[in-house]
């Protein structure tokens, strides 16, 4: 009687301990209040990126080129050609970004406004 009882005990213990472990770690990594709390600076850069992603867009559908073109034009190896294709802006800076639009012959500018 001793043996089940002690078992009981150890069992609702690590399940206690489990239960407070799974409750911090669900709260520790599921902040969504974090992405409210994003810095302007961040969301301009995003955007800057996302502006100079999808002028290469067009310049790659405008000229209908695959991988081969994209990576001989832009001086890129295979994996940043598939970057650019898939437009996954993450993997790049905005220096990144801007060089490889100036490769295609276009001009890029910056506009500076108050808030």
Do not use: C
């Not at 078992?7 to 399940?15: E, N, P, Y």
């Amino acid at each position: 009687m001793d043996k089940a009882m002690f078992a009981m005990l150890f069992v609702i213990t690590v399940i206690f301990i489990l239960a407070i472990a799974f409750i911090w770690i669900n709260n520790r990594f599921n902040n969504y209040e974090e992405f409210d709390e994003l810095e302007e600076e961040v969301l301009v850069k995003l955007g800057m990126k996302k502006q100079l992603m999808q002028e290469l867009h067009r310049w790659i559908n405008g000229n209908s080129l695959d991988a081969a073109q994209i990576q001989e034009m832009l001086m890129v190896n295979p994996k940043r050609a598939a970057d650019i294709i898939y437009q996954r802006i993450d993997e790049f800076t905005v220096d990144s970004l801007t060089n490889f639009v100036l490769r295609t012959g276009k001009t890029v500018s910056v506009s500076i406004h108050d808030k």
